[in-house]
């Protein structure tokens, strides 16, 4: 109970945070999501209000606990049946950009010497799903701050919503497919709204097509992060020490397999899902707090050299990929 006090204040400053994000982020000419919205309004309130010392305790809280609580809910949005959809060459394909697009984040990161683990994050957030990947990612690398996740997440964001806007008017520059379309669109754009934005400018078949693409690319975040902590980990302990996932991993893993197997009714499927989207606002809320901005701007520069480095290898390799397929 008396955990739960000192809890409390800091919990209520991210809660009111998170429902004005909530409130207003469908008003905002530019098209941001709460969660970012959430993770603003934090940031430029953290900056500029000195909040009391008996908040400290919930606004850690809200960025660590409520973080890795959030990505439970969200993996009741995850079936792997999407893959199914996709066939197995398209699968296959896409299953080996990801691991292509995860390994040279390891190595790009180091190169363009990225502060902490931002490089780790946005190369992430890049190759899976754009903020729930990052989000997801977060609490199981070391030494993580909250700058670091601020810069991805803004990152990624920036990225998907230009690369929305140019790429149905540079594709329809080349001569391709519907199919050729949506694989660059639904495997190369961050979010699913970034692809379907992009997709259905195009057209309904390359939007359903780019669709499948990007929710199978989603399908695939449990492997991922189990491969890129694997990668990130590498050389430390023993296999057994590296294989050890966190508990919201493993939670995360078995929901997502349940998912798969088990007709969960869709209207409750959409009730966890945005619960977990509601939790992960409030979680933003959090991170931003504790966000400086002498520290966000130090480091963004390298984060959104680095975010259009990794873009940029994404859309090679899947360029590779059309050609191959």
Same mark, same amino acid.
């Given at each position: ?29 530019? #098209? ?77 990161? #180091?190169?363009? $010497? ?21 989000? =997801?990612?977060?609490?199981?690398? #070391?030494?993580? $701050? ?14 998907? *919503? ?54 199978? @690319? ?62 992960? *606002?409030? =979680? ?9 901005? $002498? #520290?966000?701007? @130090? =480091? ?26």
């Amino acid at each position: 109970m008396e955990k739960w006090k000192s809890i409390l204040p800091g919990l209520i400053v991210t809660a009111i945070i998170g429902a004005l994000a909530i409130l207003i982020h469908p008003i905002i000419p530019i #098209k941001l999501g709460s969660i970012i919205v959430s993770l603003l309004l934090a940031i430029i309130i953290g900056n500029i209000v000195k909040l009391p010392s008996n908040t400290d305790l919930g606004i850690k809280f809200s960025s660590s606990t409520l973080l890795e609580l959030s990505i439970i809910f969200l993996a009741f949005g995850i079936s792997y049946s999407e893959i199914a959809k996709l066939g197995s060459n398209s699968f296959i394909g896409i299953s080996v950009v990801i691991i292509l697009l995860l390994i040279t984040t390891y190595f790009l990161a #180091k190169y363009f $010497k990225c502060p902490s683990n931002t490089g780790f994050l946005v190369g992430f957030g890049t190759t899976i799903c754009g903020s729930a990947a990052i989000a =997801a990612l977060t609490p199981s690398l #070391k030494d993580s $701050k909250k700058e670091d996740v601020a810069i991805a997440l803004a990152v990624v964001n920036l990225l998907g *919503t230009i690369g929305m806007v140019l790429m149905p008017a540079v594709l329809q520059n080349f001569e391709l497919n519907n199919a050729q379309s949506a694989l660059l669109i639904g495997g190369g754009l961050h979010s699913v709204g970034n692809v379907a934005g992009a997709a259905f400018a195009m057209g309904p078949e390359i939007g359903e097509a780019a669709l499948t693409v990007k929710l199978s @690319r989603v399908a695939l975040l449990t492997p991922a992060l189990i491969f890129f902590n694997l990668l990130v980990n590498r050389g430390e302990g023993n296999w057994t020490q590296r294989l050890k996932l966190p508990w919201y991993i493993i939670a995360f893993i078995g929901i997502t397999i349940f998912n798969s197997v088990m007709a969960i009714p869709v209207n409750w499927i959409k009730i966890l899902e945005n619960l977990g989207h509601y939790i992960l *606002t409030l =979680a933003m809320a959090g991170i931003g707090l504790q966000v400086s901005f $002498k #520290k966000l701007l @130090r =480091a963004g520069k390298r984060g959104i050299r680095f975010g259009v480095a990794i873009f940029a290898v994404q859309i090679l390799l899947l360029i590779g990929l059309i050609q191959l397929i």
